[in-house]
């Protein structure tokens, strides 16, 4: 088999119910389902998930590093758009 | 010479009771497939299959201690897992030949895999029944192992089997040397009988003909005509053996062999 006849899939594990997928890396594969097997092999054989998604890496559209400021820098001077201000109750996990 | 009778004796698989005979049976059946799979280890045809395959193999290893287990608490003769792993010779072995036959090529190694899958996903499902506690909870976690398995190995023969020339006829090649060693899987001998009369064991022959309808079905659809074959190879339950498993064991054990009571 060669590897570059293999699609590239980013892989997304949600660890718990309630919570966000995350990103947790890529792998080879030549189907969504086998990159879906392949991800719960690599990713998850410790019982680390509960679901699992798949995505063709080429699906990603991603910002560009070099263009980062444009999209960052406008926001450093507006502290107020954060809420850091607000006390989370106890009864409040996973946020 | 002595050592030697005394142990020889202790090893005589005729000795062994019904039940005992059928653990071991079944513990060697998965650590010597477990150990042909991991042979895959670092050579798979790309890093993801590797680790997948190395899963699977690591799967076979945990059933295979947990029958170890159950076999050295039912002989009580003060031998473990390992020593039952480590320190039995080939016509000790008790294992069904068709999970000690070379890796081979990849399609070799999932064509057999495909073949056992089929086969332990009807007999786990059966052996949940067993009347023997400990057993009937192995297979409880077997089962849900093995499903997985076969969702991994059928696509791989159907892709292998519709691919390339070159595929196509490693699958032909794989099947035609496998078939010679899938009537075993079957085959009931009288103290297995017996423990299915028990209710602890499965009729492995009542799962012939089921087995023999799936899979000719699932390869009739890549055009594959699936016929058993009429020269079984058997002994493995009587600790008769290919060429192949005494090679194995030589380096599986190696380490025990050369370094007694060995740790790390």
Redesign the interface.
């Known amino acids: 088999m060669q590897q570059e006849k293999l699609t590239v899939y980013e892989v997304f594990i949600r660890s718990n119910r309630g919570l966000d997928h995350k990103h947790v890396g890529s792998l080879h594969a030549q189907s969504p389902e086998q990159a879906l097997m392949y991800a719960r092999d690599c990713y998850i054989r410790r019982s680390e998930g509960v679901s699992i998604w798949v995505v063709e890496s080429t699906n990603i559209t991603a910002s560009d590093e070099s263009d980062i400021e444009s999209y960052v820098d406008p926001m450093d001077d507006k502290p107020y758009r954060h809420a850091t201000h607000y006390v989370l109750p106890d009864k409040v996990r996973s946020m | 010479m002595e050592v030697a009778t005394a142990s020889a004796k202790t090893f005589d698989i005729g000795q062994q009771s019904p039940l005992s005979r059928f653990v071991l049976g079944l513990a060697d059946d998965a650590l010597v497939l477990s150990h042909r799979l991991s042979q895959w280890c670092s050579k798979a ?5 590797d ?2 395959l190395s ?1 699977v193999a690591l799967d076979y290893i945990g059933r295979a201690r947990m029958f170890y287990q159950y076999a050295a608490i039912i002989e009580d003769k003060g031998r473990n897992e390992d020593d039952l792993a480590y320190l039995r010779d080939e016509r000790q072995y008790t294992n069904l030949l068709i999970h000690e036959l070379p890796k081979g090529d990849f399609a070799f190694t999932m064509v057999r895999q495909f073949l056992v899958d089929v086969f332990y996903n009807m007999y786990l499902e059966q052996l949940l029944a067993s009347t023997d506690e400990t057993i009937a909870a192995i297979a409880a976690k077997a089962v849900k192992e093995t499903r ?1 398995h076969l ?2 190995s059928e ?1 791989w023969i159907t ?1 292998l089997s519709q691919g390339t020339d070159e595929s196509r006829q490693r699958i032909l090649c794989a099947l035609d040397e496998l078939k010679d060693f899938t009537g075993e899987l079957f085959e009931m001998l009288e103290w297995e009988a017996q423990l299915v009369e028990a209710g602890i064991a499965v009729d492995r022959s009542s799962l012939q003909a089921p087995w023999d309808a799936y899979v000719q079905k699932f390869l009739a659809v890549s055009e594959i005509d699936y016929q058993d074959s009429k020269l079984q190879i058997r002994g493995g339950r009587n600790g008769i053996h290919t060429e192949h498993l005494g090679q194995m064991l030589c380096e599986m054990q190696y380490l025990q062999r050369s370094y007694p009571n060995m740790n790390w």
């Open positions: 045809p790309y890093l993801e299959e680790i997948a899963n997985y969702k991994r696509p892709q």
